[in-house]
T-cell receptor
C-alpha cells in the first residue's frame, strides 16, 4: 500500500481542456509538495502547500491542500502541450520523503 | 540556486559487476540524502535514507547488502549496486536536504543498464 495515492494514473486530454489530479493519504502531513518530471530528468518542484485549506496558484495551475492535511489536488486550466509530463505529489511524514504514485499527463495539440 | 549533481549520468555494465553512483551537494551541506529508483512510467520509489556519519535506513524490500550506501561527508553520498543484474536496470535519483534551509534538492538522475 502506497502512502500517497494519486489519481488518475494516466490522463490524455486535448489542448485547451481542464483537468484535476488528486493526491490522497490516510496520514496527516505538515506539508505536501507537487513536482513535475520530464523523461530522463529529476523532478522539479512546483509548489509547497503548508496550511490546511491553502490554495496556491502558479499561472494556470491551482494547488489546494485539504483541510485535514491528508490530501491535495492540482488543477490545470486550459492545458497546453507543454504541460505534458509526470506529476508527483510528495511529503515527509517523518524523516523519510515519499512520492505519490504519479500521474502521467499527455496533452494532445 | 542549490545544485545536486550525480555521476555518472549513464552507465552500462555487464551482469555481475558492481556500479557506484555518486551524489554531491555542490553549494550546501546535506546531513540527509535520499536515494530513489524509478521504472519507466512509474513514480520514484524511496530506497533508503542516508544520514551523514551513520548507517542508512533502508525501506522495506530493499536489500541493504545489494545496495550499499555510504554518506561519508556532508556533501557526498554514494550508492553501490553490487553484483548487478538486468532487473537492476533503472533510473536512480538522489536528493539532498539542505538542513539550513529545510529544503530538498534533486539530482538529475543516473540511468543504469545492466546487460
Amino acid at each position: 500500500t502506497q502512502l500517497l495515492e494519486q489519481s488518475p494514473q494516466f490522463l490524455s486530454i486535448q489542448e485547451g481542456e481542464n483537468l484535476t489530479v488528486y493526491c490522497n493519504s490516510s496520514s496527516v502531513f505538515s506539508s505536501l509538495q507537487w513536482y513535475r518530471q520530464e523523461p530522463g530528468e529529476g523532478p522539479v518542484l512546483l509548489v509547497t502547500v503548508v496550511t490546511g485549506g491553502e490554495v496556491k496558484k502558479l499561472k494556470r495551475l491551482t494547488f489546494q491542500f485539504g483541510d485535514a492535511r491528508k490530501d491535495s489536488s492540482l488543477h490545470i486550466t486550459a492545458a497546453q502541450p507543454g504541460d505534458t509530463g509526470l506529476y508527483l505529489c510528495a511529503g515527509a511524514p517523518g524523516n523519510q520523503f515519499y512520492f505519490g504514485t504519479g500521474t502521467s499527463l499527455t496533452v494532445i495539440p | 540556486g542549490a545544485v545536486v549533481s550525480q555521476h555518472p549520468s549513464r552507465v552500462i555494465c555487464k551482469s555481475g559487476t558492481s556500479v557506484k553512483i555518486e551524489c554531491r551537494s555542490l553549494d550546501f551541506q546535506a546531513t540527509t540524502m535520499f536515494w530513489y529508483r524509478q521504472f519507466p512510467k512509474q513514480s520514484l520509489m524511496l530506497m533508503a535514507t542516508s544520514n551523514e556519519g551513520s548507517k542508512a535506513t533502508y525501506e522495506q524490500g530493499v536489500e541493504k547488502d545489494k545496495f550499499l550506501i555510504n554518506h561519508a561527508s556532508l556533501t557526498l553520498s554514494t550508492l553501490t549496486v553490487t553484483s548487478a543484474h538486468p532487473e537492476d536496470s533503472s533510473f536512480y535519483i538522489c536528493s539532498a536536504r539542505d538542513s539550513g534551509a529545510d529544503t530538498q534538492y534533486f539530482g538529475p538522475g543516473t540511468r543504469l543498464t545492466v546487460l
